[in-house]
């Protein structure tokens, strides 16, 4: 697995959808349920917000939506909230116990 | 609830060893692989390695290997990250989480420990 590239910043008014990419995903048949997302506020632990690339657990908002189109995965906010602001880090499983994060995007909500 | 609690934080000297704790409750302790990350300050999410308390096999990142020690404690459901010689270079947010089952996704999260490590 190579390394995952994600925009270093997003910025979005309050009641605005934005859209974080994340390249470098296979694109394999089934690699779609190795996607994850997580959201982290300042000084806070990571939080699980998307996995298998579309599925939201359960507590987390439905304005979190994920998408895997080829070697892309999304992540969709919609009705940006300014407790959404946090730093967005996509995910994948690469094999033998060994799991890549990319490098993460800033979320400003204006 | 499940959850898995840190040891707190640490503050030590280049040369030292340092073992720092993550607790597992409201689940089978065995039955899940647990991993580690490491953030560095302002930096981003770092895969460092993940332990299958059951049978106590543990896999490493290739960053990683041969840096620290990966290893878990079934009689207390506690996992384990050690340094034998710390340096300044391993300071840093080192996270517990664990693996779902047959799933590539990564929940809970621990709630962090950090390391410096200073003269």
């Known amino acids: 697995q190579s390394a995952l590239t994600q925009p270093a910043s997003v910025s979005g008014s309050p009641g605005q959808s934005i859209t974080i990419s994340c390249t470098g995903i296979s694109s394999d048949d089934g690699s779609y349920k190795l996607v994850s997302w997580y959201q982290q506020h300042p000084g806070k632990a990571p939080k699980l917000m998307i996995s298998e690339a579309s599925q939201r657990p359960s507590g987390v908002s439905n304005r979190f939506s994920g998408s895997k189109s080829g070697n892309t995965a999304s992540l969709t906010i919609s009705g940006l909230q300014a407790e959404d602001e946090a730093d967005y880090y996509c995910c994948s499983y690469a094999g033998s116990m060994f799991w890549v994060f990319g490098g993460g995007t800033r979320l400003t909500v204006l | 609830e499940v959850q898995l609690v840190q040891s707190g934080a640490e503050v030590k000297k280049p040369g030292e060893s340092l073992r720092i704790s993550c607790e597992a409750s409201g689940y089978t302790f065995t039955s899940y692989w647990i991993g580690w990350v490491r953030q560095m300050p302002g930096k981003g999410l770092e895969w460092m390695g993940v332990i299958f308390p059951s049978d106590s096999d543990t896999r490493y990142s290739p960053s990683f290997q041969g840096q620290v020690t990966i290893s878990a404690d079934k009689s207390n459901s506690t996992a384990f990250l050690h340094w034998n010689s710390l340096k300044a270079s391993d300071s840093a947010m080192y996270y517990c989480?664990?693996?779902?089952?047959?799933?590539?996704?990564?929940?809970?999260w621990g709630q962090g420990t950090l390391v410096t490590v200073s003269s």
């Open positions: 989480v664990r693996r779902g089952v047959g799933t590539a996704w990564l929940h809970p």
